[in-house]
């Protein structure tokens, strides 16, 4: 019983390091490593593991079942030796994966170009990141500003009290008033963009915030595709 246990522990440790080393994208930390490092110490415990279980099926008397043992660990090693090898695609293909499954994940095909898919209200809802804080837009070619809700402007750092709404701006509910910004950052996958002018809209006037033409005028180009935004990220 023991041992079985410790298999399924060994292979959820295993599955959950693969899962990570897929879906996070070639950049950032996991438990403080590098995804690198944290690549190393998975296929690390995998090893030793290998090791120790065939040494404790002999030293318990169980001889005749090490090689079976050996076997087994050998083919977990080497899967995931060999997942570890293949992580950019598999990457890759998990970022598709879960750019179908979640609308407005931005899925990065290569460094200039990224895909969102349509979410079910028929619109595109693109997640972005504003100065490194995580904001839902929706995406409005019509729109000639990227405008920001005032809880969003909060989020990215931004305080809407100490600004002045002296700007005019029609909305579907009518004429009102905006307060005009700079953002930092704008990132949409792997395209950023920086030192971004915006709007916060004023208390109210604004559900949702606005990818709007001062962050995609900036793009080499952009089309919609069937249910894909393809954004094309200018050169560099």
């Given at each position: 019983?023991r041992?079985?246990?410790?298999?399924?522990?060994l292979l959820?440790?295993?599955?959950?390091?693969l899962?990570?080393?897929v879906?996070?994208?070639g950049?950032?930390e996991?438990?403080?490593?590098?995804?690198?490092?944290f690549?190393?110490?998975?296929?690390s415990?995998?090893l030793?593991?290998?090791i120790?279980?065939?040494?404790?099926?002999?030293?318990?008397?169980?001889?005749?079942?090490?090689?079976?043992?050996?076997?087994?660990?050998?083919?977990?090693?080497?899967?995931?030796a060999?997942a570890y090898t293949y992580?950019?695609?598999?990457?890759?293909?998990?970022?598709?994966?879960l750019?179908?499954m979640?609308?407005g994940?931005?899925?990065?095909?290569?460094?200039?170009?990224?895909?969102?898919?349509?979410?079910g209200?028929?619109?595109?809802?693109?997640?972005?990141?504003?100065?490194?804080a995580?904001?839902t837009f929706?995406?409005?070619?019509?729109?000639?500003?990227?405008?920001?809700?005032?809880d969003?402007?909060?989020?990215?750092?931004i305080a809407?009290?100490?600004?002045?709404?002296d700007?005019?701006v029609?909305?579907?509910?009518?004429?009102t008033r905006?307060a005009?910004?700079?953002?930092?950052?704008v990132?949409?996958?792997?395209?950023?963009?920086?030192?971004?002018?915006?709007l916060v809209s004023?208390?109210?006037?604004?559900?949702?915030s606005?990818?709007?033409?001062t962050?995609l005028?900036?793009l080499?180009?952009?089309?919609?595709?069937g249910d894909?935004?393809?954004?094309?990220?200018p050169?560099?």
């Open positions: 019983m041992g079985d246990r410790f298999l399924w522990l959820g440790f295993i599955g959950v390091g899962a990570i080393l879906i996070f994208h950049e950032g996991v438990f403080g490593l590098s995804l690198d490092q690549g190393h110490m998975v296929v415990v995998a030793i593991s290998v120790g279980a065939t040494a404790w099926r002999m030293f318990a008397g169980k001889a005749g079942d090490m090689a079976k043992a050996f076997a087994f660990w050998a083919v977990i090693a080497a899967v995931l060999v992580r950019a695609p598999l990457q890759e293909v998990g970022q598709r994966v750019g179908e979640v609308p994940m931005a899925v990065s095909v290569d460094a200039r170009t990224v895909e969102i898919t349509r979410s209200s028929g619109s595109f809802a693109v997640n972005a990141l504003v100065n490194g995580p904001i929706m995406l409005d070619t019509g729109a000639s500003v990227v405008v920001l809700t005032q969003d402007a909060r989020a990215a750092g809407p009290d100490g600004l002045r709404y700007v005019p029609d909305t579907a509910n009518g004429r905006a005009s910004v700079t953002l930092r950052t990132a949409v996958g792997s395209i950023s963009e920086t030192n971004v002018r915006a004023a208390p109210g006037a604004l559900r949702t606005l990818l709007g033409m962050f005028s900036r080499a180009g952009f089309q919609i595709d894909k935004l393809i954004l094309r990220g050169a560099r």
